[in-house]
């Protein structure tokens, strides 16, 4: 009997290392892929507007060796002062979770150590406040715009950073003269820790933690720039193709880090009948959409977090009472009400069945689509402007997707603090928590052809003018693809999860 209990002890430490072994080993394809394709010269503003990719270098992955039979992988992308957003993404949904973090290196050339490169201190310690507010279809209103990696390829990581560099933080603070891409991938660590001590805490039966946790797949990125104003203009689209390459189910979801699924998507997610509706619509090909909710602005912060708990743990007739006594509101009804207004929202009020609307310029939904089929984001966005409405008008006009409402599921926007590109575009106070990223946004720049202007000018032009070139191409019928970085597609072509059936 002793011997059998050790041959079954045996068995069960065999199946665990196994299991950690496949994390292990899908994290390090994941980096291994990515990073064989990686261009370390710093890039800077007038590099992006060029035409030039993103330059992102995989710092560290964490993959769950955790499975289950949950065909749905939410991916999404964040900067570092996100990570609470993940974690409470996490925490509530029961499948697989990617996700792809973002740090930007503010480099200054310094004519003393010659082609070398040092940090600056303005915004060295990665926790940046690159938004996801969005941006809503005309020129005028927002829309778009809040495993076991081990340690790392030391070689690699000191060919990202160069000298070794340290945060300028406050006197006082512990983390102070820290390096930033080890601080980021000891939070990273931490996060990825706490996640799968949570599961198992569930798993061995603790009741407080209902439906924790998700599979969760981090990775760390971290792009090298030679100048500050491009570091407040997060690559978003890049970072989302990033992220995507992480899931391997046959449906995905792209929901941004501040956006919350409502709860009941974990008995959706395992329902036979709802998953096959799902698989189908998918197919044909559509994409399966929630509506998006937000708390109303006259609630103070402590009201707002309730409600939004509210409304991600409480059924559909709570969310349209609290919509009723004006506690919550169509997401951006008031920086741009066509953005969402497709959904028709009184109709999904009434509704117990899914429905088809049309697509509308600048409608900009978030949803499930076939993962095979996702034809992924146009790198050429960067920031808040016109990066989610571009993927969704190129499934609508190019790839003929219908758009099919959910009446049974929805997700919920986590308010935050807005990010300095949106202080200047709504004009209003430029002092505090964004003045730093607003300076670097106003500062002047020569272009190319020899314009003097500011970032953020340029930005702005930029964006329009890409958006304008994008809706023509489609209007015209003409061939359009999205701008892909190397990376991206060497990843896509050799990583096994992604290799057509």
Request: proline content about 5%.
């Amino acid at each position: 009997m002793a011997s059998q209990r050790r041959v079954a002890a045996l068995v069960l430490m065999l199946k665990a290392w196994i299991i950690w072994a496949v994390g292990a080993d899908e994290a390090n394809m994941l980096r291994s892929c990515w990073n064989a394709n990686y261009n370390s010269t710093p890039v800077m503003f007038e590099d992006w507007i060029s035409g030039h990719p993103a330059r992102l270098y995989m710092v560290d992955a964490w993959w769950s060796p955790r499975r289950n039979s949950i065909p749905l992988t939410i991916f999404t992308m964040m900067s570092l002062d996100r990570l609470s957003m993940l974690e409470s993404q996490c925490r509530g949904y029961i499948g697989p979770i990617s996700a792809a973090v973002y740090i930007p290196l503010v480099l200054e050339h310094d004519p003393n150590l010659g082609h070398d490169f040092t940090a600056t201190s303005d915004h060295a310690s990665g926790d940046e406040r690159h938004g996801y507010d969005r941006d809503d279809g005309n020129d005028n209103n927002y829309g778009d715009g809040d495993s076991d990696g081990g340690e790392g390829d030391d070689e690699a990581a000191n060919v990202l950073v160069g000298r070794r560099r340290h945060i300028q933080e406050p006197v006082g603070n512990k983390e102070s003269h820290t390096d930033p891409v080890a601080l980021a991938r000891a939070k990273l660590q931490n996060l990825f820790d706490q996640m799968e001590e949570a599961a198992a805490a569930h798993a061995a039966g603790n009741n407080s933690l209902p439906g924790c946790c998700c599979q969760l797949r981090l990775m760390l990125f971290a792009e090298r720039m030679s100048d500050s104003p491009l570091s407040t203009i997060m690559p978003t689209n890049a970072m989302r193709n990033a992220a995507m390459l992480g899931a391997t189910t046959p449906l995905s979801a792209m929901f941004d880090a501040d956006l919350a699924p409502c709860t009941k998507i974990n008995d959706l997610v395992q329902n036979v009948s709802w998953v096959q509706y799902i698989s189908k619509e998918a197919t044909r090909p559509s994409i399966c959409i929630p509506p998006a909710w937000e708390t109303r602005g006259h609630l103070q912060p402590n009201s707002k977090n309730m409600v939004v708990q509210r409304a991600i743990t409480g059924a559909k007739a709570d969310v349209l009472d609290m919509w009723g006594r004006s506690e919550l509101q169509v997401f951006q009804v008031n920086l741009c009400k066509h953005c969402h207004k497709t959904f028709d929202h009184s109709r999904w009020a009434k509704e117990d069945l899914p429905y088809t609307v049309q697509h509308t310029l600048g409608f900009e939904p978030w949803g499930i689509l076939w993962r095979l089929r996702d034809p992924g984001y146009d790198e050429r966005f960067r920031g808040w402007l016109y990066d989610k409405q571009t993927h969704v008008e190129a499934l609508a006009r190019k790839h003929r997707y219908t758009f099919t409402v959910l009446p049974d599921l929805w997700v919920v926007h986590r308010p935050h603090k807005k990010v300095g590109i949106v202080q200047l575009y709504r004009k209003s106070n430029v002092t505090g928590d964004g003045s730093m990223e607003v300076e670097a946004l106003l500062r002047p720049v020569v272009l190319s052809n020899g314009k003097n202007t500011t970032v953020y000018t340029a930005y702005r032009h930029y964006m329009d003018s890409m958006r304008h070139n994008l809706r023509s191409a489609l209007a015209a019928r003409q061939p359009y693809e999205p701008q892909q970085n190397a990376q991206f597609l060497h990843c896509k072509s050799v990583l096994p999860w992604w290799q057509q059936g």
